[in-house]
C-alpha cells in the first residue's frame, strides 16, 4: 500500500518579544512590580517635560500651607534624571525589594506593604531635621537593603572582588563606598535609622518581650491587599 508523504517538522512559532516582556513583569511581586514602575514612569515623566521634580519633591510648607498633599507620596518615587546613578539606584531597589518580598515577605503582601509603609512615615517624620534631603526614595531603598542583610545573617557578599563580608554588613560597605564617591552619607543613614527601628520593632522585641508585637498589619489594608495569610502558612507548613 502506498505511504502518505510525510510532512516535514515544522519548528516551535517565536514568540514575540513583547510577550517574554510581559511575562517577565508578571513575574516579579506586586509590590516591587509596582513600586519600580512608578518610579520609572516618574523619571520618564520628568525627563519628557511632563511634570517637574518641583512638583514632586518634599516641601513641608507646600504640604501645610498649600495642601500640596501628593508630595508625602511623590517624594519617594523620582530617583533623580535618567543615569548611572539612576540605574545604580533601580537596581538595588528591584534586587532588595524583590528579594524582601519573595522570601521573608512570601505570601503575606500586606505585610511587606505595611514595611514600606512604616518606613515611608518614619522618614518623613525623621526628614525635618535634614531638610537639605528632599526625596527620600534612596532612603526607604536604603531600609529594605539594611532589613534583608539582617534577615540573612549567614550569607557571604563580595564587594568587587576585592573583599568578602556578611549580609548584615552591607549598608555599611554601600555607605562607605558613598563617601568614598563624595556622596553625602545622610540617606544612607537615615534609611539604616529605619532600617534598624523596623528590624528592632518587627523582629527583635517580640523575642525579647516573649511574644509581643508592635507592629500588626492594619486588618483593613490586608483586605485591601487581597492578603492571605491562612493560606501561606499552610503553605509554609
Known sequence: ???????PPT????????????EWIMSVPPVTRAYVSLSFLTTGACALDLISPLKLYLSWPSITSRLQLWRLFTNFFFFGSFGLDFLFHMFFLYRYCKLLES???RGRTADFLYMLLFGSALLLSISPLVPSIVFLGPSLTFMMVYVWGRRNEHQFMNFLGLFSFRAPFLPYVLLLFSVVLGSSPLIDLLGVAAGHV????????????????????PRILKIIVGNNDDAAAAEAA
Open 11 to 22: 519548528s516551535p512559532r517565536p514568540r514575540p518579544p513583547m510577550s517574554f516582556f510581559q
Open 1 to 7: 500500500p502506498n505511504e502518505a508523504p510525510s510532512l
Open 103 to 105: 522570601n521573608s515577605f
Open 198 to 217: 523596623y528590624y528592632y520593632l518587627a523582629d527583635v522585641y517580640p523575642v525579647v518581650s516573649g511574644g509581643t508585637r508592635v507592629l500588626r498589619t
